[in-house]
């Protein structure tokens, strides 16, 4: 059984992985106004990742008898309208819900809670992919100079992207 502080901190990580969700949609929009529709399709499946990770925790609250505990999501806060500084946001972002997945993994340790730490390290091991995305695009971003070109293709490559995740959330714990 999961305790009331893992329960409670589990509830705490739904509603940041939401916000990301939220923040990325609205990343979207922005940037899909601008006429970079690749990067306004790479922020969509973003979002739609961001809605299944907090659907998993909130599967994994049900299957543990754990009450699930929905609070209000924050606007997003984020100003930036060009490629590079929004992708520079994203990779701050994601450094900052790695920081709060490590939260709960010490957690998970410090109560001996197993079956979270095996949950968690699912989350860690995607975070080191969400942090490598965003680096790599950083990279491709500096690598094209700045140049209209560059980043024509880059917005061509990144639309180019599949969801790499259940779109019917109905299907968690199938072997997601």
């Not at 543990?64 to 806060?77: R, W, Y």
């Not at 994203?90 to 939260?103: D, M, P, Q, R």
């Given at each position: 059984m999961i305790?009331?502080k893992?329960?409670?901190?589990?509830?705490?990580?739904?509603?940041?992985?939401?916000?990301s969700?939220?923040?990325?949609?609205?990343?979207?929009?922005r940037?899909?106004?601008?006429?970079?529709?690749?990067?306004?399709?790479?922020?969509?499946?973003?979002?739609?990742e961001?809605?299944?990770?907090?659907m998993?925790?909130?599967t994994?609250?049900q299957?543990?008898?754990?009450?699930?505990?929905?609070?209000?999501?924050?606007?997003?806060?984020?100003?930036?309208?060009?490629?590079?500084?929004l992708?520079q946001?994203?990779?701050?972002?994601?450094?900052?819900?790695?920081?709060?997945?490590?939260?709960?993994m010490?957690?998970?340790?410090?109560?001996?809670?197993?079956?979270?730490?095996?949950?968690?390290?699912?989350?860690v091991?995607e975070?080191?992919?969400?942090?490598?995305?965003?680096?790599?695009i950083?990279?491709?971003?500096?690598?094209?100079?700045?140049?209209?070109?560059?980043?024509?293709?880059?917005?061509?490559?990144?639309?180019?992207?599949?969801l790499?995740?259940?779109s019917d959330?109905?299907?968690?714990?199938?072997?997601?």
């Open positions: 305790s009331k893992m329960s409670d901190r589990i509830n705490e990580q739904i509603n940041r992985e939401i916000y969700a939220y923040l990325y949609l609205a990343m979207s929009a940037m899909s106004e601008a006429g970079f529709k690749g990067v306004g399709h790479w922020l969509m499946l973003q979002y739609h961001e809605m299944f990770h907090a998993k925790f909130l994994y609250l299957d543990q008898g754990a009450t699930v505990q929905l609070k209000a999501i924050a606007s997003p806060d984020f100003k930036e309208t060009a490629v590079k500084e992708f946001r994203v990779l701050e972002h994601e450094k900052g819900v790695t920081k709060s997945i490590h939260e709960i010490a957690l998970a340790i410090e109560e001996r809670d197993y079956a979270t730490q095996v949950l968690d390290q699912w989350y091991d975070q080191v992919e969400e942090e490598k995305n965003a680096t790599e950083l990279q491709a971003i500096d690598l094209a100079g700045g140049s209209t070109q560059g980043l024509y293709l880059l917005n061509l490559e990144l639309g180019k992207r599949k790499g995740v259940p959330f109905t299907k968690i714990g199938e072997g997601d």
